[in-house]
């Protein structure tokens, strides 16, 4: 059975630094991202990182956002660093078995999910 079980979310000031952490279960995946939605908004795309290393990012937390991997314990991170309120959102993570050469930014192109985990960012 495929589980992708992220931890790391929480309730922080602006400025403050967060880092979540998705472990994965069952398979092993090509592509490991982070999409994230917002209350009334569309789950978009905000990093995803390759098994060679490849990463895609957002533009809007390009600076503040890394995403990194541990392949050996098939487990991706997401460091967050000097968070503002409208990084508040459900932060999801997604993966893809299929091999590829720059990881994907839609939502069509990850067959798994995890339950996501709150970020709420105060002002």
């Known amino acids: 059975q495929v589980q992708l079980v992220e931890s790391g979310g929480g309730l922080v000031q602006a400025g403050a630094s967060l880092r979540l952490s998705c472990a994965a279960s069952?398979?092993?995946?090509?592509?490991m991202g982070w999409f994230r939605q917002a209350p009334g908004k569309e789950r978009e795309f905000v990093t995803a990182?390759?098994?060679?290393?490849?990463?895609s990012v957002k533009d809007s937390v390009k600076g503040r956002f890394t995403i990194s991997r541990d392949n050996a314990k098939n487990t991706v991170y997401l460091q967050m660093n000097n968070l503002k309120p409208e990084d508040t959102a459900v932060y999801y993570c997604?993966?893809?078995?299929?091999?590829?050469?720059?990881?994907?930014?839609?939502?069509?192109?990850?067959?798994?999910w995890g339950q996501g985990t709150q970020v709420t960012v105060s002002s």
């Open positions: 997604a993966a893809d078995p299929s091999y590829t050469v720059v990881p994907g930014t839609g939502r069509y192109e990850y067959d798994y």
């Open positions: 069952g398979r092993t995946f090509y592509v």
């Open positions: 990182i390759s098994w060679s290393g490849g990463v």
